[in-house]
């Protein structure tokens, strides 16, 4: 069982963005447009569980099946949707989680949702740390619970959405 941890920022995510995104390159070739470096850990000095989420961009989503044996061999394991239409997604590390891929084709509307939501963590680092802490707190009660650590900062991601997304 996994146990959800919300650590302190650490300068090695960025890096660890860029070696993984080098990786992506080399496999997707053409087919990536862009990768981009989302979630908590993508925000300077926010708590996040160390959890490195990255969302490439690419040309058509449909193709990104064809890697999945290329993907395996790096260390991920293909998800298909995920229970997201139109994403494919991937987890690298099983149980000790490292990284998650949410690959989306260039039109897809969740790309806007999730850069937004960074983009205003970053620049409103009041909602930043107020994040963190409840996260923070949501990990220590609920230790073995994601579904629970999920529900309980719902309402917060849906009101900072809302507000990036004005």
Partial sequence: MRKVEVKPYNE?????FEVEANL???IFGSEIID???IGSTSVKGLKAKPIIDIMPVVTDVNKVDEFNISMMAIGYVPKGENGI??????QKGRDHRTHHLHFYQF???NINRHLAFRDYLISHRDV??????????LSKRFPYDIESYIKGKEQLVLEIELKANA
């Fill in 12 to 16: 090695c995510w960025n890096s660890m």
């Fill in 24 to 26: 992506l390159y080399k």
């Fill in 107 to 109: 039109d897809n509307h």
């Fill in 128 to 137: 930043a740390k107020k994040y963190g802490d409840v996260k923070e707190g």
């Fill in 35 to 37: 990768i981009h470096h």
């Fill in 85 to 90: 239409d139109q994403r494919r997604y991937f």
